[in-house]
Structure formats: structure tokens, C-alpha cells
């Protein structure tokens, strides 16, 4: 703990050394003192005591509240990645999840395309579909097709009757997705967004209200595992089913609600041309 302490120190005096008085509106000195942030200036950019800022820097201070720890990383400026480590290093702890939606890192929108010709998409923490490539259009459904507000993995499953013409094992994948919903929404600051939009959907699908009633587990996102999918154009009466093999790449800043979910091709796997609408909806 001393050690953090210590680290903590020197990690803001560093970060406030390196923003100037103009970065954050202040007028310029009169005198020859340098032109970085003091104590002082801290202490008036947070509202917070310059004996606080001091008694902070020295590993005085234990376990500073939420507020001040926002109010100096508000004020030096400090990205995402700073900002957990000013909570890692002042309470041995991660920052609490950002309120409302975060806009996602743009490479992971081009990670997306990248991944080509294995179906992939970037989900933020409710399961919206923020992008996909053209392969996930294809294998599974393309998103921006369907209606604002409705571009959720959660309404495609449970509201298109397609998502069963697409999975094998729909009732297995749903089951399973329902229980990563109800342990998400317990741990997550905006659980209460996704339970409204769980609400919602119990009363618009029958197999929502039916898997989410009788449900108890509670999952959270692991490892890479096998999914059966019924090959593009062949969602019909036939068998053609491919075995892809879903994993998750999640950024690393705390807090970030962003994923990437690709669905690798088996090795040596031909992906079909281009098809029409999907025979079983079309039936």
C-alpha cells in the first residue's frame, strides 16, 4: 500500500506537470515560474483545498472519495486509461463504469472490416450493434436494416424469426444469452437500461418472457467456444451446417463496455457466394 502511495505521487505530479495553464482556460503568469499546473491550480480547477491536493500527492490521503478522484481526472485532463490508474493507485480499485453511451474506439471499427471473410461486429454493453462486416450480414442478419432502437442482439434473437432459421441450437444459444443478460445488468451501472429493454421484450416474444421466467444462472462472458450455423442460402429444409467458433475481444480500459465478437470459419473453409433472402423466410 505504501507503495502505491508513492506511485500515486508520482503519477500526478507528472501528469500535472505536463498541462499547461492555457490547456485548461487559466490567464499565464506574471512571474518566471513555469507555465504547468501547481497545487494551487489544481486545487482551484477541482474545488478541493490546496491541503488536500498536497496531503493527496504525499500518500497522506486514504481512500479519497469518487468525487475528488473525478474532479483531478477531470481536471489533468486524463484519458481513460489514466483515469483507471488513478483509481487503481489512490483506492485499489477499478473506476466505476462511464454513465450513458460510449462512443467505441474507431480501430475496432476497422478491426471489424479486418477480420473479413469471418463474420464479426462491435456490441457495447446493452448488445447494440454498432457495426458489422459484410460477412456477419451475410451468415447472421444485417443490422442496419432493421429499426433504430432495435439493432440489438437481444431483439434479433427474440423478435426475428430468422435468428432460428440462422442457429442450429437457437434454444441452447438463447438460454445462455438470457443468463448473460441477468448477470450483466446485476454488476453493470446501466443494468437498468438493459432490464428495460428485457422488459420490454417479455412482453413482445413469448420465448423471451418463457427462457427469462424459468431462468436462474447467472453467466459472464467466457472463453472461446464452438456455434452450429446453417450455412447462408441453406437455412432451409437442408443440413448444411457449419460448426464457427465464436470469441470476444474486449479492449482493455476499465470500464469499457465495447467487444468485438468474431465467428472464426473452420480452417480450409470455402465461404459460399452471395445469396438471396433467406429460403425459410421466404417460405
Request: glycine share 8%.
Amino acid at each position: 500500500m505504501h507503495e502505491s502511495r508513492e506511485l500515486l505521487g508520482q503519477f500526478l505530479r507528472e501528469r500535472r506537470a505536463r498541462i499547461t495553464l492555457s490547456q485548461v482556460g487559466l490567464p499565464p503568469r506574471r512571474s518566471r515560474r513555469r507555465d504547468s499546473l501547481t497545487q494551487e491550480d489544481l486545487a482551484y480547477l477541482t474545488g478541493y483545498s490546496i491541503r488536500t491536493i498536497s496531503a493527496l500527492e504525499q500518500g497522506a490521503e486514504h481512500r479519497p472519495t469518487a468525487e475528488l478522484l473525478e474532479a483531478i481526472a477531470s481536471a489533468l485532463q486524463l484519458g481513460q486509461d489514466e483515469r483507471s490508474i488513478l483509481w487503481y493507485l489512490a483506492n485499489g480499485t477499478p473506476p466505476p463504469e462511464p454513465d450513458g453511451a460510449v462512443e467505441p474506439d474507431p480501430a475496432l471499427h476497422r478491426l471489424v472490416s479486418a477480420l473479413e471473410p469471418h463474420p464479426a461486429y462491435v456490441t457495447d454493453g446493452l448488445w447494440n450493434v454498432q457495426s458489422q462486416n459484410s460477412a456477419f450480414a451475410r451468415w447472421i442478419c444485417d443490422f442496419t436494416a432493421m429499426p433504430e432502437g432495435e439493432r440489438t442482439i437481444l431483439h434479433w434473437f427474440f423478435l426475428h424469426e430468422h435468428s432460428k432459421h440462422v442457429m442450429v441450437e437457437w434454444e441452447r444459444e438463447a438460454t445462455a444469452l438470457m443468463s448473460l443478460v441477468r448477470g450483466r445488468a446485476m454488476r453493470s451501472r446501466r443494468g437498468h437500461e438493459l432490464m428495460a429493454v428485457v422488459d420490454d421484450l417479455r412482453e413482445r416474444s413469448p420465448d423471451a418472457e418463457r427462457l427469462w421466467a424459468g431462468g436462474t444462472e447467472l453467466l459472464v462472458q467466457g472463453p472461446s467456444r464452438p456455434m452450429i450455423f446453417r450455412e447462408p442460402g441453406h437455412t432451409g429444409a437442408d443440413d448444411r451446417h457449419v460448426q464457427l467458433t465464436i470469441t470476444t475481444l474486449a479492449p482493455v480500459r476499465a470500464g469499457e463496455g465495447h467487444r468485438i465478437l468474431a465467428f472464426l470459419l473452420p480452417e480450409g473453409y470455402s465461404a459460399p457466394p452471395e445469396s438471396g433472402r433467406c429460403p425459410a423466410c421466404r417460405g
